[in-house]
């Protein structure tokens, strides 16, 4: 049991490096955050930022940071589903205890892959912005594209969807629609970190607790405190990790916040500009018309 523990603290205490490795980061780099977010969109919009002196390194920064960031979630996620695996070699002793260890791990690992979705979005987005939306629009012209292809089969769902895909697509060019997308993917994300890092703890806390109790049932007093001493060890580790993480995490959406606020984009709204408007329904009304034809 105590071997375990040990192998259960040296696993977290993988994540643990890199986290605060990357806590340490996300704090030396506040500023460039800031000013990479705020110079993405305004660069993907023509928009100039007063006094806003950036490099492009400030701006890779911002992807760096969001991709790592889901990494490190997703090492997190590893050491759940390496140190559940573990029950597998506790004693038969220990096997009453399982089933609200593993609801623990299993809670911890649906919190993971949560955070990872909402931290995989953020990345998409600025991957996104980086590309001045070309590639989300790009995306959006070979899905409706397709569909005109099927137009002369006379099928009207397919003329219905394409008109809101062209909406969608002239839509996604405006500000407010990329402030809007933004914002959501920040809410997701915030929303999931504490849950994230509690169940995380939580996962850890419950497997020790077990295996403490199993030990003072079983083992004698020696032993029982060896392994007291190794899954109380990996506990202390795995809250490191949770709350280093929780404080890196929250200080990257808060600055990703802060410099999109610094961005200062025109609230232009979701809708069609006049000229916008009228290019998508000539585009619309052409379609239809080959359609008629057909």
């Known amino acids: 049991l105590s071997t375990a523990g040990d192998a259960v603290n040296g696993t977290v205490g993988k994540v643990q490096a890199s986290v605060d490795a990357y806590a340490a980061r996300v704090?030396?780099?506040?500023?460039?955050?800031?000013?990479?977010?705020?110079?993405?969109?305004?660069?993907?919009?023509?928009?100039?930022?007063?006094?806003?002196?950036?490099?492009?390194?400030?701006?890779?920064?911002?992807?760096?940071?969001?991709?790592?960031?889901?990494?490190?979630?997703?090492?997190?996620?590893?050491?759940?589903t390496a140190t559940s695996s573990l029950l597998d070699q506790l004693p038969e002793k220990a096997f009453n205890m399982t089933e609200s260890v593993n609801a623990s791990f299993q809670a911890a690992s649906a919190r993971c892959q949560s955070f990872s979705a909402a931290m995989k979005e953020l990345l998409r987005f600025f991957q996104d912005a980086a590309s001045n939306f070309t590639n989300r629009r790009a995306a959006l012209l070979q899905k409706t594209g397709s569909l005109h292809r099927r137009l002369p089969y006379h099928d009207a769902s397919d003329v219905v969807f394409t008109h809101a895909a062209l909406l969608d697509l002239t839509a996604d060019e405006t500000p407010a629609a990329a402030m809007a997308r933004l914002q959501a993917a920040l809410t997701a994300a915030q929303g999931e970190?504490?849950?994230?890092?509690?169940?995380?703890?939580?996962?850890?806390?419950?497997?020790?607790?077990?295996?403490?109790?199993?030990?003072?049932?079983?083992?004698?007093?020696?032993?029982?405190?060896?392994?007291?001493?190794?899954?109380?060890?990996?506990?202390?580790?795995?809250?490191?990790?949770?709350?280093?993480?929780?404080?890196?995490?929250a200080q990257l959406l808060a600055g990703i916040s802060e410099g999109a606020a610094e961005a200062n984009l025109p609230n232009t709204g979701r809708g069609l500009s006049p000229t916008r408007g009228l290019l998508v329904a000539a585009a619309v009304l052409a379609r239809l018309a080959a359609a008629g034809g057909n």
Do not use: M, W, Y
């Open 27 to 80: 704090n030396e780099t506040a500023g460039s955050i800031k000013a990479g977010v705020a110079a993405l969109l305004a660069d993907a919009f023509k928009v100039k930022v007063p006094g806003l002196n950036v490099t492009q390194e400030d701006k890779d920064l911002v992807l760096s940071l969001v991709g790592e960031a889901d990494e490190i979630v997703q090492a997190a996620l590893s050491s759940v």
């Open 193 to 249: 970190l504490q849950g994230f890092s509690d169940s995380f703890v939580a996962s850890f806390e419950t497997l020790s607790d077990n295996v403490v109790d199993l030990s003072k049932n079983t083992l004698g007093a020696s032993a029982a405190a060896k392994v007291d001493t190794a899954f109380g060890g990996a506990t202390e580790t795995a809250r490191a990790v949770a709350d280093h993480a929780n404080a890196a995490f």
